[in-house]
């Protein structure tokens, strides 16, 4: 697990070319791109896309958008007298978010923000084994709110790399590491 990311970060730093272009958050511009992350639940990578489109309001800049996240992961367990069962764990959550974008130097090329997500979290836990066994298979969802935070790092005039921390709902929270390209 831990290998994993970190082999796709250094990929991800390796694969870029670090271009030293003072660019920032702008209204009227999309940004969209994958993501890798650690959920605070299990200790399994969680996977997403973010999507976000710069506005100028009287009080500063906002970006709105979506995001989906995605984890799963089983547990096996030597059952009673030598049989075997499995857990299976599955988290989706579909998310609209707002983020209110901190004012930092016209060339900086760190774009610091501060938002909510507001997002339905559907997830699950499947039984697979002997049967006789009283266990129920229970599924969980519904509308969550959650706060998060991060910045981009701009290294072109059309890509930067985002860290964020987010954290709500008890199926949702998460460092993600990712790339977001503008246009």
Same mark, same amino acid.
């Given at each position: 697990?831990?290998?994993?990311?970190?082999?796709?970060?250094?990929?991800?730093?390796?694969?870029?070319?670090?271009?030293?272009?003072?660019?920032?958050?702008?209204?009227?511009?999309?940004?969209?791109?994958?993501?890798?992350?650690?959920?605070?639940?299990?200790?399994?990578?969680?996977?997403?896309?973010?999507?976000?489109?710069?506005?100028?309001?009287?009080?500063?800049?906002?970006?709105? !958008?979506?995001?989906?996240? +995605?984890?799963?992961? *089983?547990?096996?367990?030597? /059952?009673?007298? %030598?049989?075997? @069962?499995?857990?299976?764990?599955?988290?989706?959550?579909?998310?609209?978010?707002?983020?209110?974008?901190?004012?930092?130097?016209?060339?900086?090329?760190?774009?610091?923000?501060? !938002?909510?997500?507001?997002? +339905?979290?559907?997830? *699950?836990?499947?039984?697979? /084994?002997?049967? %006789?066994?009283? @266990?129920?298979?229970?599924?969980?969802?519904?509308?969550?709110?959650?706060?998060?935070?991060?910045?981009?790092?701009?290294?072109?005039?059309?890509?930067?790399?985002?860290?964020?921390?987010?954290?709500?709902?008890?199926?949702?929270?998460?460092?993600?590491?990712?790339?977001?390209?503008?246009?």
């Amino acid at each position: 697990m831990k290998r994993s990311l970190l082999l796709t970060a250094v990929v991800l730093f390796l694969a870029i070319p670090f271009v030293a272009f003072g660019q920032y958050f702008e209204a009227g511009k999309s940004y969209a791109g994958p993501s890798i992350g650690l959920s605070f639940l299990g200790s399994t990578p969680e996977y997403g896309v973010n999507y976000e489109y710069g506005m100028k309001m009287e009080f500063g800049m906002i970006g709105i !958008g979506g995001l989906f996240r +995605y984890w799963g992961y *089983s547990e096996d367990w030597g /059952g009673f007298g %030598g049989s075997a @069962y499995k857990w299976k764990y599955t988290n989706i959550l579909i998310g609209a978010q707002g983020n209110y974008h901190l004012k930092m130097d016209p060339g900086s090329k760190l774009d610091p923000w501060v !938002g909510l997500i507001l997002g +339905y979290d559907a997830s *699950s836990v499947k039984y697979d /084994g002997p049967s %006789g066994y009283n @266990y129920s298979s229970p599924t969980s969802g519904g509308l969550v709110l959650n706060a998060q935070g991060g910045a981009r790092y701009w290294i072109s005039p059309t890509m930067a790399v985002r860290a964020s921390l987010g954290y709500g709902s008890m199926s949702y929270g998460a460092l993600d590491l990712g790339v977001d390209f503008k246009f």
